[in-house]
């Protein structure tokens, strides 16, 4: 794997960015806050810029340091009375179930079996949808509503973090909040 270097700073170590810059758009997707990576002698810790802070992060004296200048989030602009829906969003409201666990995703029992959902599958609550293996235990997950799933958000063995979304549900009732 070609190693490159960000912006060709010589004080950056050399290494494939995308891995960081993946790090860094999970962060701000989940509204994680902080985050610390090791990899052999690579260290990185990722922390989110506060109002009077350079945006800069640097990993613990310790280790090596790798600074990542990262932009502060943009002001949230003012919430329009009512948007209407885009042909990208659904019309009707969807519950998302979340992982509520960091593990390995699987869609089925064991490997050859039929999924436990699929989209366009009516489901009911409590029902099956998935496991995420956490250190070698299987967890259930199961639909916290009833409803058609719509979306399925992950492959059969991808990693997956706590928040991450797994399902979208349109429900066939009142749905608690995600």
């Not at 179930?97 to 960091?102: A, E, G, H, R, T």
Request: net charge negative.
């Amino acid at each position: 794997m070609a190693a490159k270097k960000k912006n060709g700073d010589p004080a950056l170590p050399e290494r494939d960015w995308t891995e960081v810059e993946r790090v860094l758009k999970l962060m701000e997707r989940h509204g994680l806050e902080e985050f610390e990576f090791s990899d052999g002698a690579f260290h990185v810790r990722l922390k989110k810029a506060s109002a009077g802070s350079s945006g800069v992060f640097a990993a613990p004296a310790a280790a090596p340091v790798a600074e990542i200048p990262r932009p502060a989030p943009a002001a949230a602009p003012a919430p329009a009375a009512e948007p209407a829906p885009s042909a990208t969003e659904p019309a009707e409201p969807v519950h998302i179930v979340k992982s509520p666990i960091v593990g390995t995703y699987y869609g089925a029992p064991s490997p050859g079996a039929p999924p436990f959902a699929r989209v366009g599958d009516q489901i009911s609550s409590g029902q099956v949808l998935c496991i995420i293996e956490a250190m070698k235990l299987m967890n259930e997950i199961e639909s916290d509503v009833a409803g058609q799933i719509t979306r399925i958000f992950l492959e059969n063995g991808q990693p997956v973090e706590y928040g991450e979304p797994l399902f979208a549900i349109r429900p066939s009732g009142p749905a608690r909040p995600a």
